[in-house]
């Protein structure tokens, strides 16, 4: 039996051409379809569907192959986590945060990551595989979904592809994810919203400047200099910093966005007021921002964070230096806020 066609996974074209030519329908129906498939519906909620069609639909289609599994949210700050269930069983995680600027969701692009840096949760066993758009997407709607029954008022309103995966190593999914999830007819996300993150697949970073999505670009840094990065990065090996460097400021020149820099500040390793001077001086004439982040401590690794004055001291100096920096808040400590943390937990205690 031929899988059953993931509908979100479809723009507005594809999806007319499937109501049409594979259902029989009019096209006005593809219209109600899509406003259903955007609010996170089952088929069988499509109440101005006819019984008939409803029933079509379920034999050969998939609303949401996204299903919240289980949910967490913090007592300290209302940031909530998600572990979804994928229809292959694989799980994912994700995590929205409630920020002044709007309620913004983390979203991951693969099963696992195959990236390997030393001190990512997600990594631990390797990429299991991609996520396809259609995945992608149903856990922007399932989070709406789940936000929206709280609080009618409520949407996702900025994403960050921070997630477990490299978004980079499934490029094109990512790309037709950044398409859809920005069309007028589906959730309408302006992609001024959006935050990518990647660890520096450089010919990948020149390809995305060309398809005209000017997300923000965070560039996963975490060292001032090639030999620190390599120890905590193997794809520093390939794509060394000044490659890394050049592929960034060229993304900056053709879309016009600041990029921003995200820097673990591991204790013992990257975070003393020397590495903070190098990175200044590497940074010198960049439109960039610096995000430091205490590192989210895995037990499975032998890394740790600084202690606080010495994460303060390094922005500080930074500062001191004239480059733009923040500590980002650690926000869900209660509730194993940091991506790749919750899957593994809970694959450890379900499995026999
Ligand atoms: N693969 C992409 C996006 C996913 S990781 C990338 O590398 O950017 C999202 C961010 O979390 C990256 O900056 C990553 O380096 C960082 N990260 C991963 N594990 C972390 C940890 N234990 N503590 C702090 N940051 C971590």
């Known amino acids: 039996m031929a899988d059953r066609v993931e509908l979100l996974g479809l723009n507005s074209a594809e999806l007319e051409g499937f109501v049409t030519q594979t259902l029989g329908e009019s096209r006005f129906r593809a219209k109600q379809l899509s406003q259903w498939l955007s609010r996170g519906a089952e088929f069988a909620e499509m109440t101005n569907l006819s019984a008939a069609l409803r029933g079509k639909l379920a034999e050969v289609a998939v609303a949401n192959p996204v299903r919240i599994r289980e949910s967490f949210r913090s007592k300290l700050d209302g940031t909530e986590k998600f572990l979804y269930e994928l229809r292959d069983g694989n799980l994912i995680e994700g995590v929205i945060m409630r920020y002044h600027y709007g309620d913004t ?102 390809q995305f400047a060309g398809e005209g999505l000017p997300v923000t670009l965070s560039l996963s840094l975490h060292a001032p200099n090639d030999e620190i990065r390599r120890k905590l990065m193997p794809v520093a090996q390939a794509h060394p910093y000044g490659e890394v460097m050049d592929a960034v400021r060229h993304y900056v020149e053709v879309t016009g966005r600041r990029a921003v820099f995200e820097y673990a500040l591991v204790k013992g390793v990257n975070c003393e007021l020397r590495h903070a001077d190098e990175l200044a001086s590497r940074l010198r004439g960049f439109q960039s921002h610096v995000n430091l982040i205490p590192l989210n401590d895995v037990k499975e690794r032998n890394l740790c964070a600084p202690s606080r004055r010495e994460v303060q001291a390094f922005l500080q100096r930074l500062e001191q230096r004239g480059v733009s920096a923040t500590v980002r808040r650690e926000m869900g400590a209660d509730i194993d806020g940091a991506c790749g943390q919750l899957r593994r937990r809970y694959l450890a205690e379900k499995r026999p």
Do not use: K
């Open 105 to 206: 969701l983390c979203v991951s692009t693969q099963v696992g990551c195959r990236m390997g840096c030393a001190f990512c949760a997600s990594t631990l066993e390797g990429r299991v595989r991609n996520l396809s758009a259609g995945e992608i997407l149903g856990q922007v709607v399932a989070a709406n979904r789940h936000i929206r029954g709280e609080d009618e008022g409520r949407r996702v309103h900025n994403i960050v592809l921070m997630g477990s995966g490299e978004p980079f190593d499934n490029y094109d999914n990512v790309v037709r994810f950044l398409r859809l999830v920005n069309a007028p007819e589906g959730l309408n996300i302006s992609l001024r919203n959006i935050s990518l993150s990647t660890c520096g697949l450089t010919e990948r970073i020149r």
